[in-house]
Every structure is written in C-alpha cells, then in structure tokens.
C-alpha cells in the first residue's frame, strides 16, 4: 500500500512539532509534511495529492477557510480538518458550510483528532478507489465501443443493459429502441434462439465455443456467431457476423456442385464417344466415326471454356490480369459476334438474333478481345436463358460522350429479388436447371470486372416470365487532335 501523506498547516511552531510526532507514534506508515502559512500549503498542495489537511482557521495574511476555498479548487477531493479555537462555533459552522470534513477545538482531544483523521483518511483511500474503478468502467466502456464484435448485456430480469455500437451496426438495432427492453422483444427470435447460445460460467479463452446462429432482423437473414459469459448480475453475450462468409462457403459448395455438373457432362460424353471409337467388335462407317469426332472436339472446347472461365475469374479476383489499350469499333464487333452466335443457332428455329441502331463505325478505347468476349457472354446467355424461343436483340447507340450497348431477350427473366445478385460469383437465375439452362455462373461476373477494367459499367433491367435487357456503357474513345493546316 502506498504511503500516507498528511500536510499540517499552523502558524504555531510549537503545535507543527508536537503534532506530526504524535502522528508518527500513532499511526504506522504515515508522512507528514507542515507548513506555516497557508501560501506555502498551496505550493505544496499543487505538488502532491495528499491523503488528508489539517489546518488551522487563524493565520496571519490567509487564513483556515480561505485556504479551505483553495483547496476545493485544487483538490476537491482531500478531506480537511480545520482547528477552531474554544467556543467559536460560526466558525466550525462557517467550515463545515464550506466544505471541510471536520472541525477539531483547541485544546485538541488528541483521540477525537485521531479518530477523525483516520476516517478521513480510509474515505479519501476509498474515494480513490472509486475513481480508479471509474476510470477503468470508462476505459472498458470506450475498449467495447470501438471494438468490432457487437457486445450486450442482458441482465438477470431478462431486461437488455449494454448495447454497443458494433451490436448496432451489425444488426441494424439502434440502441435506444433495445435498452431498457426485454430481450426477448427487442431482439427478434431471441425467445427462441437465446435458450441456445452456448454460456461459459467464467471468462476465458476456450471456456465455451460460440455458435453461429440465425437471426431474421427487417427481412434480412444474419448468421452471428455468438456465445456468452454469466456473471452475478445477468449474461454479457458477444457476437461477430459471418453472413458473408456464411454466403461465400454456400457459393463454394454451389461452384463445386455446379462445376462437377458442368465437367461431368461433356467429360462423360467424350469418354462414351472415345470408348465406341475403341471398340474392337463394332464396325463403323466414316459419318458414324466423324459424327463421334465431331461429338469429342465440341465437348472438349466446351471443357476449355468451362476451365477459361474459372482461370480468367482468378485472374480478375487476384488482379493479375492485363488488358491492352487500344481503338475498337464496337459496330465491327457487335456484327461479327452476331453473325457468329447466328451459324451456332442452326438447330433452333425458334430463336432470332438481330442487330439494331447504328452501323457506323463507333470508336472506343480498350481491350478488342475482352471487349468482343464481353458480348459473347451477354449474347449467349440471352439465347441460354431463352428456352421457349423468342427474339434476342443487340443495339448500339450512341449517348452524349458515351456508347451504349444493349442485348435483350423474351426469356425466362430475372426475379426482382435477384438483381443485385446476377454479377457475383457462380450466380445462376436457374440454379437446379430445371429448364435445361447449365453453366458456371461466372459469365456475368466475368463481364462486370472486365467493363469495369474498362471504366464502363453494367447493369440490368429485367421482368421474370418476360425477359431481360443488359445494358453495357462504355466511353467513347476521345476524337484525334485535329493537324495545322500548313500554310
């Protein structure tokens, strides 16, 4: 423990010699420093924190209770006892209105002073105490109002205390409508799901393993992996989010589903061709044996596409991949990849594929390939997603300093919900392919990162049941700097 230091302050010299003896004898480990006016207490009193003052009220220049104004500036928190002499009670009064712990007559009961500065003493030790537990409660509290995992308290009535703001943000609960509430209301399907999340009797790392649980919060569904810790006034519980990993691992476990699909199928027809062409007892004429060839090259370009995809969406994910900077007239391109979707629409009468708008040359700047492979995608999926047939349409037009590209089709639509989803990763508006429409899901993305690589953008306007329209913008390449005519 920390030594006690006590200032006496007297103009008796006799008194400032006796006193701080006695002290000594009196109490164990004590200091004691004096002073013999009350200028001279200040210079002290602004130096050291001490645990108790005792002054006289009678001094030349400044006296007790002017020294006791001070001290309430300086030190509001030091308890002093102020020496009054016999029988000047408006005085004592005058002290104890002023703010002093105690008043102590002359002569002094030298029990009465112990006594009263000892418990002077123990309340200034305990006032500290106190404020040291403040200061530590505001620095726990400042700690959980930055961290990034919500944090609540809900105490044993079931009633929500603590609320951080990461809790806020996460859940989209501000605090003033869950404070001072039941849990069970104020934190949807917390009657249900609060009786589940694991609770450690103590604190500590590994006493108890969070559990990652569902919470339907304004329509939005929240996987928060939360735990608790009891304690004798009710369960402080902490949570993360991980609806995004949550979402990423279902996107996982739908790539490898949809990828096993999509290689399963061409791999197995490639197998099933070349194990016919293998077989010993099986004559074949050459149309059969080029028909099987035929079969094996267009699934094996298939498997290249599917493999191009996921090394290109890598590429873009990782930043690694280049595009070169160049003129490329999207009229010129929009035609070829028209006219090259249209010899692969043999077998579909119920498809027409037409080009609209301009036909002038309309210059941009970027990558031709990409640019051309951006088209491709968006003209293949209108056809895709166009089981039942229909008109799919690429227009061009020009837009202030701008192109926009446009590829609509008649098929199954987008669902509302959906649209903020159809550019991420392995999105399919088909997922169980229950009309015949395959895929990777990359495509769409592939086209966002590459126009965006592009500074343009894409977007979609769509109808489910009635088809969809995917718009590119992209900037006009800027017009070359006119010659000077030489005179």
Not at 77 to 96: K, N, Y
Not at 216 to 243: M, P, Q
Not at 250 to 277: M, N, Q, W
Not at 360 to 389: F, H, I, W
Request: net charge negative; hydrophobic share 40%; aromatic share 6%.
């Amino acid at each position: 423990m920390n030594e006690t230091r006590i200032l006496i302050v007297d103009d008796d010299e006799a008194l400032l010699e006796a006193l701080p003896e006695a002290l000594r004898l009196r109490m164990n480990g004590i200091a004691v420093d004096t002073a013999a006016t009350a200028f001279d207490a200040l210079e002290r009193i602004r130096d050291v924190d001490y645990d108790a003052i005792v002054s006289d009220i009678k001094m030349p220049g400044m006296d007790g209770l002017e020294l006791l104004t001070e001290i309430k500036q300086l030190r509001p928190g030091t308890p002093t006892l102020l020496i009054t002499g016999h029988g000047e009670h408006d005085l004592a009064v005058r002290a104890l209105r002023g703010g002093a712990y105690d008043f102590v007559q002359k002569p002094i009961d030298r029990e009465y002073f112990f006594a009263s500065l000892e418990r002077a003493i123990r309340m200034r030790r305990l006032d500290r105490r106190v404020e040291e537990q403040r200061v530590e409660l505001e620095q726990h509290a400042r700690v959980l109002q930055h961290v990034d995992r919500g944090v609540f308290l809900v105490d044993d009535a079931g009633v929500v205390r603590y609320w951080n703001p990461a809790a806020a943000a996460i859940t989209g609960l501000d605090a003033e409508s869950v404070l001072g509430s039941a849990a069970d209301g104020a934190i949807p399907g917390w009657a249900t799901i609060g009786p589940t999340v694991p609770v450690a009797t103590e604190p500590g790392p590994g006493s108890v393993d969070a559990r990652t649980l569902p919470f339907e919060i304004d329509g939005r569904e929240l996987w928060l992996s939360i735990s608790g810790v009891k304690f004798e006034d009710g369960v402080v519980y902490a949570f993360r989010n991980l609806t995004e990993e949550r979402a990423l691992e279902e996107l996982k476990s739908d790539f490898i589903a949809t990828v096993s699909h999509e290689l399963r199928t061409p791999l197995a027809a490639i197998y099933g061709c070349a194990r016919t062409l293998l077989r010993p007892d099986l004559r074949l004429g050459d149309e059969d044996a080029s028909r099987l060839l035929e079969v094996i090259a267009q699934e094996s370009e298939r498997l290249t596409r599917i493999v191009a995809d996921i090394l290109l969406a890598n590429q873009l994910d990782a930043g690694r991949l280049r595009l070169t900077d160049q003129e490329v007239d999207m009229a010129g391109v929009a035609r070829d990849v028209v006219d090259e979707m249209r010899a692969t629409l043999d077998g579909r009468q119920d498809i027409t594929l037409e080009m609209v708008g301009s036909v002038e040359r309309l210059l941009v700047t970027g990558d031709e390939d990409r640019l051309r492979q951006v088209l491709l995608n968006l003209v293949d999926n209108a056809v895709k997603y166009s089981p039942d047939g229909g008109r799919v349409q690429v227009e061009l037009a020009r837009r202030d300093n701008g192109l926009r590209i446009s590829v609509s089709d008649e098929g199954l639509g987008i669902p509302h919900g959906e649209l903020q989803r159809i550019f991420g990763k392995f999105y399919r508006v088909d997922p169980q392919q229950t009309r015949g429409v395959g895929g990777t899901g990359l495509g769409l993305y592939i086209c966002r990162e590459l126009v965006r690589r592009m500074e343009g953008r894409v977007w979609v306007t769509s109808r489910e049941g009635q088809g969809s329209t995917f718009i590119v913008d992209l900037p006009l390449a800027p017009a070359p700097a006119r010659q000077p005519q030489p005179a």
